[in-house]
């Protein structure tokens, strides 16, 4: 594990330990499970535009045309 040391405005930590304590968790916890899911969100992003790089619209194009022409059914009906 590594140790980093960060400075945040006042503002910010009061609420940081604020929000630790309703959710029963370290200051710790909460920022690593934070940058945790900054991080996934990140790297998943970079992940669909990799693909999306990877795509070829007129393959796209062509299985757009194999979609029937019709309405979906309602959610009432299922």
Do not use: C, W
Request: glycine share 2%; proline share 5%.
């Amino acid at each position: 594990m590594s140790t980093l040391s960060v400075r945040l405005p006042e503002s910010v930590h009061r609420k940081l330990k604020q929000m630790a304590e309703k959710e029963g968790v370290s200051m710790n916890q909460l920022i690593s499970l934070a940058v945790s899911e900054k991080l996934s969100s990140l790297l998943t992003v970079d992940y669909l535009n990799e693909r999306a790089n990877q795509a070829n619209p007129s393959d796209f194009k062509k299985l757009l045309g194999k979609v029937p022409d019709i309405e979906p059914e309602s959610f009432d009906k299922i």
